[in-house]
């Protein structure tokens, strides 16, 4: 006779929750002590050196600051664009696709666009980057509504459609390649011309790049739009129920088609942004976000400053792995996949643990 | 004595909420047991939990004198227990035989396909069933898919039988072929235990009757000894008055009229075929027919939700055919349909009371934002106005109750002051007290001079309600009855098709003496027939 089942916790209490994924965080950075240890690295270094990305005395502690952000910004952007198609329940899984084609967007303009003042170049690079990127999310969304195709295959298959496309381009070493480095025998992507590539502002040594300071208006803009405009209200409306929407006498199409192309545009800024701050393009250049703004969306329970909070968490956990690892010569930066994995599974248990409790059944007292 | 099922201090809790609480009930051997309680009383969670949904907090369940533990539909199955769910669970794309295959077990779901027909239809026969076991589950009405489900849960093997709110879909006819099969099924030795809030049914059926009140055992009498006033009773816990309000009203001219309209369904079948009538001011035309007549279809046209094939509508002497949603809306046409599910349509369940208030005019402020500031004033006064209970108009709807849900669906359609009001079955699924609540807004309504469509289920309540009925039958007018001068049997014949009253008399139905098209001069015909 089954003796305890789950139920439902009678109050969710955001204290709980929090409490919880700290409870989660803390287990899984002993697992990950456990495996430091046993290869010989003391954890309590390492994790000093990975939660202060490095800073603690070292003289170009601003250069780390620099990389930091620089893995920030196109995680940060990715997943509030993500989070925006998801709150309407559209699952747009695409996100690496949409970089990718931003990405190569922005390096076209980049390479073929000269003569033009360093600005307007990269705001050209960045409008190129939107509107391929828009435009290929408008495509599923156009799909969606008109043959109402699955969302989640067509995004995943773009996924891995434009990583085929710049691996084409970055191994094809002929005369209409401009991608590639002229001077470079084997095929390699070129830099950018000085032109094409991002500056920002000096802070002493510190050079905060413009992208952050777009990454940071988005987070506000992003929260008004959803929280306070029609737009946002009708996001809500149509992933809440569809037939609600029709309703209500919106056209939910349009509704769809539009956030899409928002929601995909971004994530081609997110891409122009990241390539002329690099100043190349690369296959990797997307550094998982469109995965990783996956989770950081749903960890966040699509709430924008959520968003924002884990984004800078996720951040630090894999710069701070990376420059870790520079100092120990057993391990490098793929711990932070490992330990990033074991945080993740922890803090759904939380999640879990704070929403569930088990009970224990008792027996009619009369019996 | 030994009981079928005897439940013992059954407790169940859903957070903070006792869906259950320490409730007891015995079913006899070979009886029909109605379990009857107000919306939310528990009645549905406690029979669940029979049929292995939940699982209890505390207490015990005896089966035929032994105690028993339900983890699993798996088990309620092995132990004789077969429920019959208010909405059915058969897979639309397979035959009636092919749904009750899919659910055999162990030494029966190796049989051959035409030795499972012949047990079937065994079955069937020893029952009365009628029953086609090669139809297709998306060509069956609701009575047949209704059928299929009983005689699903009997091929199973089922002893103890639990329905839950079966008359609900079924006109008065299909109630009665219904309650025959119920009776033969008592007389074979079963017991059933049968949910509904519907008075006259369980005076009708039930051997015994178990009252539950907020999840609370009230008590169990036999029907024989009771009245359909000492339940209600037992089941709201005060004097209920039962007398539904018509209140008569000087009537205007008709301000809607719909004149040979056809619309089809998603499938592309007629579903409303050239169907005429009209509504005035300061009346309720309720509307009657079998679930699944064209009453979904004839909602959206006139919202502009759906295209019109053929046919004309004219709102205040205007034609509003091919109007977007929003213009229908301006003109002051309203319509709330309240779906199976009670949230699909109408109400945005995740969003709060204030998000859902603005759902049909979110877009007249000027200017990309949203206006929550007026939204949630008219939250409050809906809320105050219609007694919503709600911990405040932040609550998202999905955690309201379903009385409160359509209190507020049916308050945000009447805050814009609308001079037609359609609203389709408003009352599903409420109890009493909500339901007569939902009525004196209608009523409200009508005495403004608001001209009231009144989709419902329930013959009752329209005959008590409404001014005059329409009967549709495949989305065919069957003619428009005054409530003063019909019977239950009558609608019901209509409803089956079985009897058209649209020429009676040399009369047509559905057109109006004064109406206000242009091309109706000669046709000086009649307001209602049977008038």
């Not at chain 2, 008709?254 to 579903?271: C, H, M, Q, S, Y």
């Not at chain 2, 349509?345 to 934002?369: Q, R, V």
């Amino acid at each position: 006779m089954k003796k305890y089942h789950l139920v439902r916790r009678p109050r969710q209490s955001l204290g709980r929750l929090l409490i919880y994924y700290l409870i989660g965080i803390v287990i899984s950075l002993g697992i990950g002590a456990i495996l430091l240890a046993s290869l010989g690295i003391n954890p309590f270094e390492y994790y000093g050196r990975m939660l202060t990305i490095g800073m603690i005395g070292n003289k170009y502690a601003y250069k780390n600051v620099e990389g930091f952000l620089k893995i920030l910004v196109p995680l940060l952007i990715t997943s509030l664009a993500l989070g925006l198609s998801f709150k309407m329940r559209f699952w747009n899984i695409g996100g690496e696709g949409e970089f990718l084609i931003g990405a190569i967007s922005a390096a076209i303009v980049a390479f073929n666009v000269t003569g033009l003042p360093r600005p307007l170049t990269i705001v050209l690079m960045c409008v190129a980057a939107m509107l391929s990127s828009g435009l290929l999310g408008l495509a599923v969304a156009f799909f969606k509504v008109k043959f109402n195709t699955n969302e989640t295959l067509v995004t995943l298959m773009i996924n891995y459609i434009m990583l085929y496309v710049i691996t084409y381009l970055g191994k094809t070493k002929e005369d209409w390649n401009f991608f590639l480095d002229p001077k470079s025998a084997r095929p390699i992507f070129g830099k950018f011309p000085e032109t094409g590539i991002m500056t920002g502002i000096k802070i002493g040594n510190f050079n905060l790049l413009w992208s952050v300071i777009i990454a940071i208006a988005l987070i506000v803009l992003i929260y008004v739009y959803l929280k306070y405009t029609k737009h946002g209200y009708e996001i809500s409306v149509v992933g809440d129920s569809n037939a609600t929407a029709k309703y209500a006498g919106m056209k939910v199409g349009k509704i769809i088609m539009r956030t899409m192309f928002i929601s995909s545009a971004l994530i081609g800024l997110a891409a122009g942004l990241t390539a002329s701050s690099s100043g190349t393009i690369s296959e990797t250049i997307t550094n998982n976000v469109g995965w990783t703004g996956i989770v950081v969306a749903w960890l966040s329970k699509l709430n924008t400053p959520a968003i924002a909070v884990t984004s800078v968490l996720i951040a630090i956990l894999q710069f701070g792995c990376k420059t870790a690892a520079t100092k120990y010569p057993s391990i490098d930066s793929n711990f932070a996949d490992l330990l990033q994995g074991i945080i993740l599974f922890s803090v759904l248990t939380a999640d879990f643990c704070a929403t569930f409790t088990i009970r224990k059944k008792e027996d009619a007292k009369n019996d | 004595m030994e009981y079928a099922i005897e439940l013992k201090g059954i407790s169940k809790q859903f957070g903070t909420l006792f869906a259950n609480k320490n409730v007891n009930l015995q079913l006899k051997k070979s009886e029909i047991l109605a379990l009857l309680g107000e919306n939310g009383s528990g009645k549905t969670t406690l029979m669940n939990m029979l049929s292995g949904i939940y699982m209890p907090d505390s207490g015990s369940i005896f089966i035929n004198g032994k105690k028993v533990s339900i983890s699993s539909p798996e088990d309620s199955a092995k132990l004789g227990i077969g429920m019959v769910h208010q909405h059915f669970k058969l897979i639309e794309r397979f035959s009636a035989l092919d749904n009750i295959r899919i659910g055999l077990r162990e030494d029966k779901s190796f049989l051959l396909k035409k030795d499972t027909k012949n047990e079937v239809m065994k079955m069937a026969e020893k029952f009365g069933f009628d029953i086609d076991p090669d139809k297709l589950v998306s060509n069956m009405s609701v009575s047949e898919k209704q059928t299929l489900e009983i005689l699903k849960v009997l091929c199973y093997g089922a002893k103890i039988i639990i329905l839950d709110e079966p008359t609900a879909v079924l006109t008065v006819q299909e109630i009665d072929k219904l309650f025959a099969v119920l009776r033969k099924m008592k007389e074979e030795g079963h017991s059933i235990i049968i949910i509904t809030h519907k008075l006259n049914e369980v005076m009708a059926i039930s051997d015994r009757v178990t009252v539950l009140r907020h999840g609370e055992y009230i008590n169990t009498v036999n029907t024989a000894e009771t009245d359909e006033k000492m339940l209600t009773e037992l089941m709201v816990g005060r004097k209920v008055n039962l007398f539904i309000e018509r209140p008569p009203i000087e009537k205007t001219k008709p301000l809607l009229e719909i004149r040979g309209l056809t619309v089809k369904n998603d499938e592309g079948a007629v579903a409303v075929d050239h169907l005429d009538f009209y509504i005035r001011g300061g009346e309720i035309l309720g509307v009657a027919g079998i679930a699944g007549s064209g009453q979904k279809e004839l909602c959206e046209a006139i919202a502009g939700l759906r295209p019109i094939v053929e046919g004309k509508m004219i709102h205040k002497g205007e034609n509003i055919v091919g109007l977007s949603p929003k213009k229908i809306l301006e003109k002051g046409i309203s319509m709330s349909f309240i779906p199976e599910d009670r949230l699909g349509m109408g109400l945005a369940p995740s969003l709060s009371i204030t998000d859902n208030m603005i759902l049909k005019n979110y877009s007249e402020p000027k200017g990309p934002f949203i206006d929550r500031k007026s939204a949630r004033e008219e939250a409050k006064k809906v809320i105050e106005r219609l007694k919503v209970v709600t911990p405040s108009t932040e609550t998202p709807v999905r955690k309201l109750s379903g009385g409160n849900v359509q209190k507020v669906l049916l308050g945000r359609e009447i805050k814009s002051g609308p001079n037609v009001l359609i609203t389709a079955y408003p009352v599903r699924g409420l109890d009493i007290n909500s339901s007569y609540m939902i009525y004196n807004i209608l009523n409200d309504e009508k005495k403004k001079d608001v001209g009231i469509l009144f989709i419902g289920e329930d013959i009752d309540v329209m005959m008590a309600l409404c001014d005059k009925i329409m009967v549709i039958c495949h989305g065919k007018l069957q003619g428009v009855v005054n409530s003063n001068h019909t019977t239950k049997e009558e609608i019901g014949l209509m409803m089956t098709g079985a009897l058209n009253l649209v020429d009676k008399g040399g009369k047509t139905a559905g057109i109006a003496r004064d109406s206000g098209f242009a091309d109706n001069e000669e046709t000086n015909e009649t307001e209602e027939a049977g008038l």
